[in-house]
């Protein structure tokens, strides 16, 4: 047995211990940073209990990531997918926004457009691949796709909750004041309904995130998905499927914060405190 | 007409005013749909208040007091009778009369400077502009917080705000609906005093929707008293002190025994 597993256990103890003393600014950071050590040291037991040879350790993924970098494959599959999950979200959120404020606003639109909305939007994206790639073929366009359909539900669901919540006492107010059309929607629809599309703009891009991969693994040639499915191909490299997996959850917490980065603006952050 | 006339004779004057009418209720009545039934609201309600004035409607929770005040607002529609401000009828809500809620209407993704310039949207001289907003924000103690957004304020803050945003279009008639219920007491009793301040530098018709029988006594030159559901207006008393008001004086407390009376609860606990 290797000395790796207690060895981890060790660091894990002494960042949680330390960091509890810290400062909260660091404490935010050394304490999960305790716990993945925690998950670290049971991988590796896990490992040395079970001497299995096909499952990586950690430190044959860390070894992994030498490969990645060597091949300089690993920033094409990023670019890829982050190009795909870019584009669609966009188209997601350039269509989803202006049907979620129609269906929110006028009821004659929330008649028309809600059954439609909830009758697909229980259908997986990954439901749609084979239809993506008949219709775009193996490539960009099928990836670009899936992503605007993944995110366009969210969008229009949350976008259309939002106004659809706006408060009857600032509906009140814009009508005392004779607000209507293009200066209502801008003065108010879209304000009120501003930190409920942010919301739904972070849901979006996590499901996107997720269906990315999952397309790209059945029916794409590059990518993060594609890298996983492509090392398990190519000899079992379990070690290269581990360590793209690890990138994908970083990317994931990247894409989010920058998403989150939208809450700050002072026109929406009373939508985010305690009502 | 005739007996509306009647109403008005009996009711005005004795404040000295002669001003002209400005809001005239003429045998307005409401009620809702409820479970097949209908559920009256208001029974016939008559009343005429003068340009100028500052009249509490005072009642009892779900009297429709409130539901007065929305429909002269323009919110909503009587049932029966009409509501006439300068002759013309009240179809729907105006910019030239301002509600103040209770609930805080102002927009809390506006700043303060933002909200209060909201009624002045289409002025072309923004010089003018910045000036009348300016001078709305001093007016209610927010001077320095122009660039601060609602959520940072407190309760009574955001309610100055919506004062100074209504005062800001210069209305004929500010309608306002329990405005001070959300506040604690001792900020309540400091609104009322820069509201009856104000109002006498601005001389605005102000309606006054509260179940608080200080607040109406302190506030008011004429109570509308109304009965529990179905609302019918059971008196209109005058309140003929002058301002700053004595809480103390006698007449504050006569004045205080006949509202109780008329509202039909016991003065001691």
């Given at each position: 047995m290797s000395p790796a597993a207690p060895i981890a256990l060790l660091v894990a103890v002494v960042l949680l211990v330390v960091g509890r003393r810290c400062p909260e600014r660091l404490q935010k950071l050394m304490l999960p940073l305790g716990v993945a050590t925690i998950?670290?040291?049971?991988?590796?037991?896990?490992?040395?209990?079970?001497?299995?040879?096909?499952?990586?350790?950690?430190?044959?993924?860390?070894?992994?990531?030498?490969?990645?970098?060597?091949?300089?494959?690993?920033?094409?599959?990023?670019?890829?997918?982050?190009?795909?999950?870019?584009?669609?979200f966009l188209l997601g959120s350039a269509t989803g926004i202006p049907v979620g404020l129609l269906a929110g606003w006028s009821l004659r639109g929330f008649w028309a457009l809600n059954p439609i909305i909830q009758g697909l939007r229980p259908i997986s994206p990954i439901a749609w691949i084979p239809i993506a790639i008949?219709?775009?073929?193996?490539?960009?366009?099928?990836?670009?796709?899936?992503?605007?359909?993944?995110?366009?539900?969210?969008?229009?669901?949350?976008?259309?909750?939002?106004?659809?919540?706006?408060?009857?006492?600032?509906?009140?107010?814009?009508?005392?004041?004779?607000?209507?059309?293009?200066?209502?929607?801008?003065?108010?629809?879209?304000?009120?309904?501003?930190?409920?599309?942010?919301?739904?703009?972070?849901?979006?891009?996590?499901?996107?995130?997720?269906?990315?991969?999952?397309?790209?693994?059945?029916?794409?040639?590059?990518?993060?998905?594609?890298?996983?499915?492509?090392?398990?191909?190519?000899?079992?490299?379990?070690?290269?499927?581990?360590?793209?997996?690890?990138?994908?959850?970083?990317?994931?917490?990247?894409?989010?914060?920058?998403?989150?980065?939208?809450?700050?603006?002072?026109?929406?952050?009373?939508?985010?405190?305690?009502? | 007409m005739?007996?509306?006339?009647?109403?008005?004779?009996?009711?005005?004057?004795?404040?000295?005013?002669?001003?002209?009418?400005?809001?005239?209720?003429?045998?307005v009545s409401k009620a809702f749909a409820k479970g097949g039934g209908e559920l009256a609201v208001l029974e016939a309600v008559d009343l005429t208040v003068q340009d100028g004035q500052f009249v509490c409607l005072l009642g009892p929770s779900?009297?429709?007091?409130?539901?007065?005040?929305n429909i002269i607002g323009g919110f909503e529609r009587p049932t029966r009778g009409s509501v006439t401000i300068d002759g013309e009828e009240v179809?729907?809500?105006?910019?030239?009369?301002?509600?103040?809620?209770?609930?805080?209407?102002?927009?809390?993704?506006?700043?303060v400077w933002d909200n209060v310039a909201l009624g002045l949207r289409h002025m072309k001289d923004k010089a003018a502009q910045s000036e009348i907003v300016q001078r709305y924000v001093d007016l209610v103690g927010l001077g320095g917080f122009e660039r601060?957004?609602?959520?940072?304020?407190?309760?009574?803050?955001?309610?100055?705000?919506?004062?100074?945003?209504?005062?800001?279009?210069?209305?004929?008639?500010?309608?306002?609906?329990?405005?001070?219920?959300?506040l604690d007491s001792l900020t309540r009793l400091q609104m009322r005093s820069e509201l009856i301040r104000i109002w006498q530098a601005e001389k605005k018709t102000i309606l006054f929707v509260t179940h608080d029988v200080d607040e109406s006594i302190q506030l008011a030159e004429r109570i509308v008293v109304f009965t529990a559901r179905p609302g019918r207006i059971r008196d209109v008393v005058t309140v003929d002190l002058p301002h700053p008001r004595d809480l103390g004086s006698a007449e504050y407390g006569r004045v205080k025994n006949h509202l109780y009376e008329l509202l039909g609860v016991s003065h001691t606990i």
């Open positions: 998950g670290v040291a049971l991988w590796q037991f896990a490992c040395d209990v079970y001497g299995a040879t096909i499952f990586p350790t950690p430190g044959d993924t860390l070894l992994a990531y030498a490969d990645l970098l060597k091949s300089d494959r690993l920033m094409g599959d990023i670019v890829a997918s982050l190009f795909r999950v870019t584009w669609g008949l219709w775009f073929g193996i490539g960009d366009g099928a990836g670009v796709f899936l992503i605007f359909l993944s995110s366009f539900f969210p969008i229009a669901v949350g976008t259309m909750a939002g106004v659809r919540n706006i408060s009857l006492v600032h509906q009140r107010s814009a009508q005392n004041f004779g607000l209507h059309g293009i200066e209502l929607f801008r003065r108010v629809v879209l304000p009120a309904a501003m930190p409920q599309i942010i919301t739904a703009l972070r849901i979006a891009m996590g499901v996107a995130w997720l269906v990315i991969v999952a397309a790209e693994m059945v029916g794409m040639e590059s990518g993060l998905g594609y890298l996983i499915n492509d090392a398990r191909n190519m000899g079992g490299r379990y070690d290269l499927v581990v360590a793209t997996m690890i990138i994908i959850g970083l990317i994931g917490i990247v894409l989010d914060l920058l998403v989150r980065q939208l809450e700050r603006f002072d026109e929406v952050r009373w939508g985010y405190t305690k009502r | 005739g007996i509306h006339q009647a109403v008005n004779s009996r009711h005005d004057d004795p404040a000295g005013h002669d001003a002209p009418d400005k809001v005239v209720v003429c045998g779900g009297c429709g007091k409130s539901t007065l005040l179809a729907r809500p105006d910019p030239r009369r301002v509600f103040v809620f209770q609930e805080y209407g102002i927009f809390p993704w506006a700043s601060t957004y609602p959520m940072e304020l407190s309760g009574g803050m955001k309610q100055r705000v919506e004062v100074a945003r209504a005062l800001a279009v210069s209305p004929d008639v500010i309608y306002m609906d329990e405005p001070f219920g959300a």
